[in-house]
């Protein structure tokens, strides 16, 4: 009964509402529909599209570090191994990770890259600049538990910033990187003159000992993404202000001037008035109308003669 009682009071106040202000509460229906179902779609689409986007921004810088740290391993490291006996400080420049981290660095000389981040965090590194910290850690551990994860990517808040990561697992493949990182005794004198004996040992073939892990700012893909889905929806708007204005005037003009006419002449006769005729009428639904109204008026005016003739 309270259900019922609410939904006759609307249909009361929609029976009494006029033909223009029904069609403007249905446009508007259509358009708020219309609006939250395009906003929805159009807001996954640009999010994946922002997802996307830094995703590819993120997986070019690892093939540019990964490529250093081939170059690095093939082409200057077996020039400059056999001098880590010989000189009093270690040769980090031979070294592929050093090689990627400086490189990395003087690409965030240029302002557009600042906020970039690159890093070998590793549970156990030689130089501590390359420790991971606890969110880069359960990382690792999440590689060392999956041999067949590849990757792992997400956001991470870091000083106030939203970034985007994309994470891979490194693995010890080359036998010869155990000379520096199986045991002191094997490590170079150099290596343990610069950086010491108690880290970065105890390395093991095919081990997962760390991950490469690249950091990408998200936030003004973002901004952008909103911008753009502002945008969208501004345009949105602004076409359907401009076909309810346009379904306003056609409504008006074409149709409710029309039959506001029709409805005086039909008043004018009912109260005895037979010289009211309609205007030309288009020969469309409106236009039937009111032919039909003429012909009642004509058998009304008939009728009345008659019944006059008979008074007399």
């Known amino acids: 009964m309270w259900v019922i009682y609410p939904l006759a009071i609307s ?24 609006i ?16 996307s986007e830094i995703s590819s921004n993120a997986q070019d810088l690892m093939h540019m570090v990964n490529s250093i740290r081939k ?5 200057v490291e077996p020039i400059l191994e056999p001098r880590f006996d010989t000189e009093e400080r270690f040769i980090s420049q031979a070294i592929p990770s050093y090689s990627v981290r400086e490189v990395f660095e003087i690409f965030r000389y240029d302002k557009k890259y600042s906020n ?59 036998e010869s990187c155990l000379r520096c990182h199986s045991t002191p005794e094997k490590a170079p004198r150099s290596q343990i003159a610069t950086y010491g004996r108690k880290n970065g040992f105890g390395w093991k073939l095919n081990e997962i000992v760390a991950t490469q892990i690249i950091y990408v700012p998200a936030q003004e893909i973002f901004n952008n993404v909103s911008r753009s889905f502002y945008l969208v929806i501004g345009v949105l708007s602004s076409i359907f202000a401009s076909i309810a204005i346009a379904m306003n ?17 039909a008043e004018k006769v009912s109260i005895g008035d037979m010289e009211a005729k309609f205007e030309k009428q288009d020969k469309d639904e409106i236009g039937a109308l009111a032919e039909s109204f003429n012909r009642m008026r004509y058998s009304l005016e008939i009728a009345v003669n008659m019944l006059n003739q008979r008074i007399r």
């Open 11 to 34: 249909q009361q106040l929609v029976a009494t509402m006029k033909i223009g202000k029904k069609v403007n509460i249905i446009l508007i229906l259509v358009f708020v529909s219309g």
């Open 36 to 51: 939250l179902i395009s906003g929805v779609a159009l807001s996954q689409v640009l999010e994946q599209k922002a997802k």
């Open 249 to 265: 005037i056609f409504l008006k003009k074409i149709i409710l001037r029309r039959l506001k006419n029709i409805a005086k002449v």
């Open 71 to 75: 170059y690095t391993n093939t082409q």
């Open 116 to 174: 970039f981040l690159y890093k070998d965090a590793t549970l156990n590194p030689v130089n501590l600049r390359d420790k991971a910290d606890v969110f880069e850690t359960k990382i690792v551990n999440n590689f060392k538990k999956s041999s067949n994860l590849k990757s792992i990517n997400g956001f991470r808040n870091i000083s106030g910033e939203n970034l985007f990561y994309i994470a891979r697992p490194f693995k010890i493949e080359d």
